[in-house]
């Protein structure tokens, strides 16, 4: 991650960063510790003095650059104030942080190879945050801590500097293998690299298509991969469907198709959606067709069907609209590739037509629905379809 950060922090870091590490007294930090966890607050004052504390080298330099630090990483800053002996008392402000911003500081500073040891701090705050699933950036960074630690990249440059400007470039790693690489114009300090000890150059990550399911997701991105490894399941479950032991249960299923109406169970619901989903992706159409799904049924305009094999797998599914002024429209049909031409549609077309009158499809018709309409549709679908063909 890349900060822009003032010259005299970027200089006071690489004076401290040269010098090696020392070993730390601990009796007044701890007493400022105690403090933070007695009211989950703390003063800059008494940060600053914390951390003079525990990164001495430099000749105490930190103590002067950690307000740049703390604004070029982005940590908020908070007015805070003692609660008055009575109320209407004029208060006295002074800046301060809450604790999860204090644990956020720390372990950005221990990136940067400073010597500070978030651990227990972090630690403590992530047993409080549980499970929550909403997170502030400081939070996040205390959940990740242990996940992140040490394995980190970042840059720190000087505002205005030019990579254009000829420059010059010294390394040298610590005892704890934090790398650090110093570059300079002039002889002066203008971008700084640090980089951790378990820190492994990212694998590129480009936008590709699963040949299959058709997906476009971003390769070696794990949370874009686990959405993929899911829906590519669940598609490879519709193209390739095997028997359901819930459509099992139901048989023998009349007319072949299994409708699917307001009040049908949710898991009917959602398999017709993944079916109109299968429909988008395959002829490229912009929307799913179909707002039903394993925690709502579909809108009441919305009526669908589950074609079933003899074996009882849902072979397919197709989804018939219509308001309450107008007549139904078969807005969209999908079969699985094993069950295409083998006749499943043909059998439930007279028990559709029985249950929506000579319906209409909705234009654009593929090709091959056009066929089955011209073959096996009745008369009104056949005369009515053959002009729009035509015109």
Known sequence: ?????????????????????????????????????ENGYISLIELTDKLGM??????????????????????????????????GDEPYPFEGFSEIDVAHLLIQLEHLGLQVDPSSLVHKLADKLGSARILTESELAVIEYEHRRSSRKIVLQVEGHSAA??????????????????????????????QGPKHEAPLETPIVECSICRL??????????????????????????????RVIALMPVKDGSLLVEPDSPLWMHDEVLKRARAFRLEFGYDRVQWDGSSDNAA??????????????????????????ASPPELHWIWLAP??????????????????????????????????????????????????????
């Open 1 to 37: 991650m890349d900060y822009t950060i003032s010259r005299k922090a970027l200089e006071g870091l690489c004076r401290i960063l040269k010098e090696d590490r020392r070993e730390n007294s601990s009796g007044r930090t701890s007493a400022i510790e105690r403090k933070l966890a």
């Open 54 to 87: 525990e990164e001495r080298r430099g000749g105490g330099v930190i103590e002067y650059i950690l307000q740049d630090l703390i604004s070029a990483l982005g940590i908020p800053t908070l007015t805070l104030c003692y609660r008055p002996e009575q109320v």
């Open 165 to 194: 400007v000829e420059t010059e470039s010294t390394s040298h790693t610590d005892s704890q293998g934090m790398h650090c690489t110093v570059i300079s114009s002039d002889h002066v300090p203008v971008r700084l690299e640090i």
């Open 216 to 245: 476009s997701y971003v390769q070696n991105n794990p949370a874009d991969e686990r959405r993929h490894s899911t829906l590519h399941q669940e598609r490879m479950s519709t193209i390739n469907p095997q028997p359901d032991p």
């Open 299 to 324: 809108s009441p305009e919305w009526r669908g069907h589950l074609f079933v094999s003899d074996e009882g797998a849902i072979a397919g599914a197709c989804g018939f609209y219509g308001e309450a």
């Open 338 to 391: 094993p069950y295409r031409r083998r006749g499943l549609l043909k059998a439930a077309w007279p028990s559709l037509t029985r249950s929506y009158g000579e319906f209409d499809l909705e234009w654009p018709i593929q090709d091959a629905m056009l066929e089955f309409v011209a073959r096996h549709g009745t008369p009104r679908q056949i005369e009515r379809h053959r002009k729009l063909h035509s015109s």
